[in-house]
């Protein structure tokens, strides 16, 4: 059998207090091989940045079992968490999020100077991550002076430059036009084996090229499919 990436158990997600309590997320079972791409479909407000947020430990669950890159993330203390989210995932935002008064080289290196490697060692892998996004003419640029295509290869790169177990990323081509968007799936999608890699989003080419689409419908999944294959039983 192949290796996780990750796996939780009965991983539910509430938000807010009182009456206007939430249950945004509600998963009995879902596990996830190493090195395939998975793609969250669904909705608006179906739980997608929600279940993301809870893989990449940006967020806790209310409760149920998450581990993810064989860590526990039900018990990792706070501190730990970001030692995990900084070492092994890589984030990748519909919104691009780079640092405007940074170079594109900058803003690669400057990830992996917070995870603690040297500068030397930063700019290293930077510019060879820049190289591979097809953009080395372009590493003395501001994200002012790129556009939204180059911008979002630019975080691809800073996603990629820890080496991460895991590539997560959130409506990644929704700032994008049609064509720019598919240059940056085959990207993201061009990882696979070496990363895995899960991605939120709306766009069909996307789910075209996954290796497994979870559809999420109010924070449940309600298909699990492997395109080309046989559709899965859904955990309900
Ligand atoms: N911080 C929050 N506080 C309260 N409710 C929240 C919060 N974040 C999300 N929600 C609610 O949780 C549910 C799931 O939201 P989530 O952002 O995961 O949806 P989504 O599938 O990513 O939607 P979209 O496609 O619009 O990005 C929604 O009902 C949303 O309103
Ligand atoms: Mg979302």
Do not use: C, W
């Amino acid at each position: 059998m192949s290796q996780s990436i990750f796996e939780m158990r009965a991983v539910i997600k509430r938000y807010g207090v009182g009456v206007t309590r939430i249950e945004a997320l509600h998963i009995v079972e879902l596990d996830a091989a190493a090195g395939g791409v998975m793609v969250l479909a669904g909705p608006s407000g179906s739980g997608k940045s929600t279940l993301l947020h809870l893989i990449g430990g940006m967020d806790r669950a209310n409760s149920g079992e998450l581990y993810v890159a064989g860590n526990s993330l039900h018990s990792l203390s706070t501190a730990e968490l970001t030692v995990f989210r900084r070492h092994k995932v890589g984030f990748v935002f519909q919104a691009f999020n780079l640092m405007p008064n940074l170079t594109a080289l900058e803003n690669v290196m400057l990830a992996a100077e917070f995870a603690g490697l040297s500068s030397k060692e930063a700019k290293h892998r930077a510019s060879a991550l820049l190289e591979r996004v097809g953009l080395t003419k372009r590493a003395d640029h501001r994200p002012g002076q790129l556009s939204g295509g180059e911008q979002q290869r630019v975080a691809i790169a800073r996603a990629l430059v820890n080496r991460p177990a895991l590539v997560i990323a959130d409506e990644p081509t929704g700032n994008l036009d049609s064509k720019t968007g598919a240059a940056i799936i085959e990207l993201l999608t061009s990882l696979k084996g070496e990363q895995s890699v899960i991605i939120a989003s709306h766009d069909e080419r996307i789910a075209a090229a996954a290796d497994r689409v979870i559809h999420l419908a109010d924070g449940r999944i309600e298909r699990d499919e492997v395109p080309g294959g046989a559709p899965q039983k859904a955990s309900v």
